[in-house]
């Protein structure tokens, strides 16, 4: 499927998203997924990930919530989009990951 990173959009727009994290999504006509990882062996995360406008608009979604189901630890999460922006709120443990799956 395509694969974008959106590291860098969170890098200037999240607080609380650093050089620690890392983010992409991937999708295909079935599946659409956004990857995070904290790569800090220390110190937990919270903040507010980005789903760009560009990558909504690609996904065929529309202003709205959508549950996200994490691949790993079964954990759920919700996925806003507003005015075409994606948003979703992450607490990440130390060298955790997540795969969330909409």
Not at 55 to 70: E, I, P, Q, T
């Amino acid at each position: 499927g395509s694969y974008e990173e959106i590291h860098f959009a969170n890098r200037k727009a999240s607080k609380g998203y650093d050089g620690n994290i890392f983010s992409f999504v991937r999708w295909s006509s079935s599946q659409k997924l956004v990857v995070v990882s904290n790569l800090d062996a220390s110190n937990s995360r919270s903040f507010e990930l980005i789903g760009p406008a560009s990558v909504m608009s690609k996904w065929g979604l529309k202003d709205g919530a959508f549950v996200l189901n994490d691949a790993l630890y079964g954990k759920k999460a919700s996925l806003v989009v507003a005015n075409g922006v994606g948003k979703i709120a992450i607490s990440i443990s130390p060298l955790e990951s997540f795969i969330y799956e909409l």
